[in-house]
């Protein structure tokens, strides 16, 4: 196996044990033991992963690259903290590693994921990234909309604003002025590509999460067309209620702008292409002809299935049915398909070894809350100037964002050992995208031939798990749905 070294380290942690030098020989030391060789040593110097903002982190953003094109079998560091400083973004990229069929292993927390057990793991831990996002996406969405309720601006505040002390958003002395210029010039018939010109000439720059960069006509854009500025915010059905904020721009001023970018300025056409993602989506062959599946939605709502050869005419004689046809026999199939019990424990014990390995998150929290207390005291001091105390304030309160949530954590693994104890209640209740994304998780291929799913390919990470439920089953799949069979290197009749 060629295994790769990322190693990193900020300014604070030049010490033995985190040092670069290190971090390489306790690699070289595990490579040598594994009888492995070393592909390529990513290194980070002077690096924060704080923020887990990649593109701060070069080395650390190529080797995700040279992984991707499998350059590389596995990964090592020398602790979980020198890869990700947080759980969430750590599980989303075991998730991409697991994709790329490369394995990974920390040497301090002794996890090693290149044996087959470790593989299949990772493959599972990958897909709590999904799990998390999802929560904290229905979280974020219900602080979003209490605030909303409330008058409140949720999100990141948009140029030439900044947050008050009472959290009500108000002008930026910084960046105001140049809101100012930016309506003005719009107001006067410039486009919005002079505007950012302008803007950009004197000295402003963007705000949000991607750093301060230079305007262009698309940013400029959307702050013209922002009701924010006028104390408006979205109801969620198109229209719009009060913000509790008061305006930072006349109304007459910003319906001038409006009226000026009607008149010169011809919005690009946008084509439309009707693309949906479906359950079975790229994963679904036709086992007449081996040719592609599409799908799409009828106009009474029902998707229907249909062979693409034999729409373009090549003479496949694929009969087609309804998607839910298809999605019951696979519900049907998952419902029998249960995940061991000591794979569940496993699984679960190595999560719980990430989320020790993370305990951090809550020092981490109340360290980066007492520097924001003592940067207001500096301020209201007169110690530092509102342009630093702006800059460091937004970049805390971007570090506390980025912590993973550790509330209701033994919850959060009941609930995944409840998805891990029955797939088919999850594939049950998902939307068409959601059961795309779980069917891509366990299946490579699944055949389908008129109104039966034939035989279905699963992940080589699964497959140990289809070999022990196949003869469990068979006799219940023929009954069911006659020549359909589980593991597709046992039907005679299989695609090659």
């Given at each position: 196996m060629k295994a790769a070294l990322y190693a990193r380290v900020s300014s604070e942690e030049q010490v033995e044990g985190y040092s670069i030098d290190a971090q390489r020989r306790a690699f070289q030391t595990f490579a040598e033991n594994k009888q492995w060789d070393t592909y390529r040593e990513y290194i980070d110097e002077g690096k924060s992963a704080r923020t887990d903002n990649i593109n701060k982190r070069p080395a650390f953003k190529e080797m995700v690259t040279d992984a991707l094109a499998g350059q590389f079998d596995v990964l090592v560091v020398h602790k979980l903290d020198r890869f990700a400083r947080n759980l969430r973004i750590t599980l989303e990229y075991f998730d991409r590693l697991s994709k790329a069929g490369v394995s990974f292993v920390s040497i301090s927390e002794?996890?090693?994921?290149?044996?087959?057990?470790?593989?299949?793991?990772?493959?599972?831990?990958?897909?709590?990234?999904?799990?998390?996002?999802?929560?904290?996406?229905?979280?974020?969405?219900k602080g979003w909309a209490e605030r909303k309720a409330q008058g409140l601006y949720a999100g990141l505040l948009p140029f030439g604003a900044t947050k008050g002390e009472d959290g009500v958003p108000i002008p930026d002395p910084e960046t105001y002025p140049g809101l100012r210029i930016a309506f003005e010039l719009a107001a006067q018939g410039k486009h919005d590509r002079e505007v950012a010109q302008a803007l950009n000439t004197?000295?402003?720059?963007?705000?949000?999460?991607?750093?301060?960069?230079?305007?262009?006509?698309?940013?400029?854009?959307?702050?013209?067309?922002?009701?924010?500025?006028?104390?408006?915010?979205?109801?969620?059905?198109?229209?719009?209620?009060?913000?509790?904020?008061?305006?930072?721009?006349?109304?007459?001023?910003?319906?001038?702008?409006?009226?000026?970018?009607s008149k010169g300025y011809s919005p690009r056409q946008?084509?439309?292409?009707?693309?949906?993602?479906?359950?079975?989506?790229?994963?679904?062959?036709?086992?007449?002809?081996?040719?592609?599946?599409?799908?799409?939605?009828?106009?009474?709502?029902?998707?229907?299935?249909?062979?693409?050869?034999?729409?373009?005419?090549?003479g496949c004689d694929f009969s087609g049915t309804f998607l839910d046809v298809y999605e019951s026999q696979i519900e049907w199939y998952l419902a029998n398909f249960i995940?061991?019990?000591?794979?569940?424990?496993?699984?679960?014990?190595?999560?719980?070894?990430?989320?020790?390995?993370?305990?951090?998150?809550?020092?981490?929290?109340?360290?980066?809350?007492?520097?924001?207390?003592r940067l207001k005291e500096q301020y209201r001091w007169g110690h530092i100037s509102q342009r630093e105390y702006l800059k460091n304030y937004k970049e805390i309160e971007y570090q506390l964002r980025q912590l993973t949530p550790s509330k209701n954590g033994q919850?959060?693994?009941e609930q995944l050992a409840r998805f891990l104890a029955n797939v088919a209640n999850a594939w049950r209740e998902a939307n068409q995208e959601h059961r795309n994304k779980l069917a891509c998780c366990?299946?490579?291929?699944?055949?389908?031939?008129?109104?039966?799913?034939?035989?279905?390919?699963?992940?080589?990470?699964?497959?140990?798990?289809?070999?022990?439920?196949?003869?469990?089953?068979?006799?219940?799949?023929?009954?069911?749905?006659?020549?359909?069979?589980?593991?597709?290197?046992?039907?005679?009749?299989?695609?090659?």
């Open positions: 002794n996890m090693d994921f290149s044996t087959p057990w470790g593989r299949l793991a990772l493959t599972l831990l990958g897909g709590l990234a999904q799990f998390y996002s999802d929560n904290l996406s229905q979280e974020t969405k004197a000295g402003y720059r963007t705000a949000g999460n991607q750093g301060n960069r230079l305007f262009t006509k698309d940013t400029v854009g959307g702050i013209l067309t922002n009701h924010f500025y006028v104390a408006e915010l979205p109801d969620g059905n198109g229209g719009w209620i009060d913000a509790k904020h008061k305006p930072f721009i006349d109304r007459d001023l910003f319906n001038t702008v409006q009226e000026m970018r946008t084509i439309n292409s009707g693309a949906r993602t479906y359950s079975l989506s790229c994963i679904a062959q036709c086992s007449r002809c081996g040719g592609s599946i599409r799908m799409q939605t009828s106009p009474k709502g029902r998707q229907r299935v249909y062979c693409a050869s034999r729409s373009e005419g090549l995940i061991p019990e000591d794979y569940q424990k496993k699984i679960l014990e190595a999560h719980h070894k990430l989320e020790k390995s993370y305990s951090e998150t809550e020092s981490s929290e109340e360290r980066l809350k007492a520097s924001l207390k919850e959060e693994l366990l299946f490579q291929k699944v055949w389908i031939r008129d109104k039966e799913v034939i035989t279905v390919r699963p992940q080589p990470e699964l497959k140990p798990f289809f070999d022990l439920n196949h003869e469990a089953m068979e006799q219940k799949l023929s009954q069911n749905f006659g020549k359909w069979r589980p593991r597709w290197d046992s039907n005679p009749r299989s695609p090659p």
